[in-house]
């Protein structure tokens, strides 16, 4: 199995910015899609945002697109999630997830889940 631990969240007061990490085991992280998701208390899961294999497609919620950027390093099995000017509404856990299919990560169904990490905003 793939293993994926999340990092970085805490507490940012809105405009602020942070810097989310996801470190997966294994030597084949290059071959898996990645994705960043959020769930707020009360709502559903959402997707953030996507990255394909090589890092040459991404996708981003439109609720985060030109605020965030994901990322990968495939030399060090992570990815990334940089947030900036965020909001009170981006206060959610976030977790990291992987799958072998880009699609499936766009249609927020991939195999594996980290454990997520929040992210608490106050206005």
């Known amino acids: 199995q793939v293993r994926l631990v999340e990092s970085g969240g805490g507490l940012v007061q809105a405009g602020g910015s942070l810097r989310l990490s996801c470190a997966a085991s294994?030597?084949?992280?290059?071959?898996?899609?990645m994705g960043w998701f959020r769930q707020a208390p009360g709502k559903e899961r959402e997707i953030v945002a996507a990255?394909?294999?090589?890092?040459?497609?991404?996708h981003y919620a439109d609720s985060v697109k030109g605020r965030f950027t994901i990322s990968r390093d495939n030399a060090k099995n992570t990815v990334y999630l940089q947030m900036n000017s965020l909001k009170p509404e981006d206060t959610a856990v976030y977790y990291c997830a992987a799958d072998r299919s880009y699609r499936d990560v766009l249609l927020s169904s991939p195999f594996y889940w980290g454990q997520g990490t929040q992210v608490t905003v106050s206005s």
């Open positions: 294994g030597r084949t992280f290059s071959s898996y899609a």
């Open positions: 990255i394909n294999t090589s890092g040459g497609t991404t």
